[in-house]
């Protein structure tokens, strides 16, 4: 069964989206190293498949220099400014709106798998919504805020699989605290030896973290955080019933649109055909856990053509 894509004709890619009136982080980065992992299943203690629990280090001791609560409040805060000046633009999608509805169906099964990640997932108030952009990207903030933008729906032409692709790797960088560890890391680099004695006494740990990371819309990750988030973005997919290969077919139509011009998602990291194959080299880790999940009870279509301009 699938779900009819049709938009209300005021909500549309098409509507006037300035660049600074919605800023953005890039959405997905390279698979650097991950061909040198082994790409040999990985197993729990009696059988059970661990998944890629053993590629992924401890959370970066720079992430404790900011509590998490304020980067998570932060995050909330710029989130609600965020869909507030889409309402205002027409451009946020209703609620009845049916990709906005298989996104938060996707979202609803990658949930459950984030606690193991981390525990604080359990008690965030996760939110899904999509914005009428032709923007090709996606985000997770801290504490779990999910914005899609309706161009890499459409213009990519995504398949649950590939959604669930996506949407597992923003969820990691929340879950893997990436955008708390940078801001502790400029903070690091910003205070001196004395004041950052000071702020770990928390006496202006607030006001610093909230001025060091002002935007988490548009912070950046690194080449690890990327790397990582691939990772445990394949094993929630693949534990909430999707298949990770989809990250492969994801890649290349990534590819076949940085073609006419690289999109915002390739602007700090080039996907190829080095990233294509680093993905599937990491297939085995996950494919068990795959293989033994419940597949979702229902499937969506991407946006129709006529409206992908065809």
């Not at 309402?87 to 979202?107: F, T, V």
């Not at 604080?120 to 090709?136: K, T």
């Not at 001025?211 to 988490?216: I, K, N, Q």
């Amino acid at each position: 069964m699938t779900a009819d894509a049709g938009i209300p004709s005021h909500w549309t890619c098409g509507c006037p989206w300035h660049a600074g009136a919605l800023r953005r982080r890039t959405l997905l980065g390279g698979f650097a190293g991950l061909g040198a992992l082994a790409a040999t299943p990985g197993w729990a203690q009696g059988g059970e498949p661990q998944g890629v629990r053993d590629e992924v280090g401890r959370t970066s001791r720079f992430a404790k220099l900011v509590p998490a609560e304020q980067i998570e409040n932060s995050a909330s805060q710029q989130y609600r400014q965020m869909l507030a000046a889409a309402g205002q633009q027409r451009a946020l999608a209703p609620m009845d709106h049916p990709q906005l509805q298989r996104l938060r169906a996707i979202a609803e099964r990658l949930r459950p798998h984030t606690v193991p990640w981390n525990p604080r997932a359990a008690q965030w108030r996760w939110e899904v919504n999509l914005i009428g952009s032709r923007e090709l990207n996606a985000f997770c903030m801290p504490g779990g805020k999910i914005a899609f933008y309706f161009g890499i729906l459409q213009r990519l032409q995504l398949d649950d699989d590939e959604v669930a692709s996506i949407m597992g790797h923003e969820m990691a960088h929340a879950l893997r605290e990436h955008a708390r560890e940078r801001i502790g890391k400029s903070m690091a680099t910003r205070a001196g030896a004395g004041l950052l004695s000071s702020l770990l006494g928390l006496g202006q740990l607030g006001d610093t973290a909230l001025s060091v990371g002002a935007d988490l819309l548009t912070l950046q990750f690194g080449r690890e955080d990327e790397s990582e988030a691939d990772l445990v973005g394949m094993e929630l997919a693949a534990r909430a019933g999707y298949d990770p290969a989809a990250g492969a077919r994801l890649w290349q139509k990534m590819m076949s649109v940085s073609k006419r011009g690289p999109p915002e998602f390739l602007s700090t990291h080039p996907a190829g055909k080095t990233r294509i194959k680093d993905i599937q080299a990491m297939l085995p880790r996950v494919q068990a856990l795959y293989e033994r999940a419940e597949r979702p009870p229902r499937r969506y279509a991407p946006p129709s053509e006529e409206q992908n301009g065809r």
